[in-house]
């Protein structure tokens, strides 16, 4: 009797961990004026979770990149307008070390010689036409000076790289 409760409770943690790992191919993030489909994320530079799981820690960063750049957006876009992005590559601040034991988690060193990246393409639509689109590359070589060390936000220096790029190329084309 014992051996078939055993068995039951390991069947039942293995699955909920494979669910807790399954990833959604192209995980699609919206929020107001902005939607991001993030392409591939299992090929991206670096978006390593440090003492979560993978899966969930993509996913909050992605919906937390989106939601701070809506916050900008609509400040930017008019009421009809709308911005996507198609995200092909993201490199998180810091690098990612392994503690060797010390700790059951790894940690992630943000020093200047790990700027964040994302590669992205871009169309801005009004009224479901498009009047605006665009490739982007960018990078932030001075991202800790920039960005406000008094924050603790977990994607500050993404988000600030996203706002900046929103503010100087996309509106003054608007």
């Known amino acids: 009797m014992k051996l078939t409760y055993l068995l039951l409770a390991g069947a039942m943690a293995s699955g909920a961990a494979l669910a807790a790992t399954d990833k959604v191919e192209n995980p699609v993030t919206e929020s107001g004026v902005v939607k991001?489909?993030?392409?591939?994320?299992?090929?991206?530079?670096?978006?390593?979770?440090?003492?979560?799981?993978?899966?969930?820690?993509?996913?909050?960063?992605?919906?937390?990149?989106?939601?701070?750049?809506?916050?900008?957006?609509?400040?930017?876009?008019?009421?009809?307008?709308?911005?996507?992005?198609?995200?092909?590559?993201?490199?998180?601040?810091?690098?990612?070390?392994?503690t060797f034991g010390a700790t059951s988690n790894d940690i992630r060193v943000v020093k200047d010689i790990y700027p964040p990246r994302i590669t992205f393409t871009y169309s801005v639509t009004e009224d479901g036409k498009v009047i605006m689109v665009g490739d982007e590359k960018l990078k932030d070589l001075g991202f800790m000076q920039s960005a406000g060390r008094m924050s603790d936000k977990a994607t500050k220096y993404e988000s600030k790289l996203l706002t900046d790029w929103l503010k100087k190329t996309v509106a003054p084309k608007l």
């Open 36 to 98: 991001i489909e993030w392409k591939d994320p299992k090929s991206f530079r670096d978006v390593e979770a440090v003492g979560d799981i993978q899966s969930r820690f993509e996913m909050r960063t992605f919906e937390t990149l989106t939601k701070n750049l809506n916050k900008e957006a609509v400040k930017v876009l008019k009421p009809n307008q709308k911005l996507e992005l198609q995200v092909t590559d993201l490199d998180l601040a810091g690098d990612v070390r392994p």
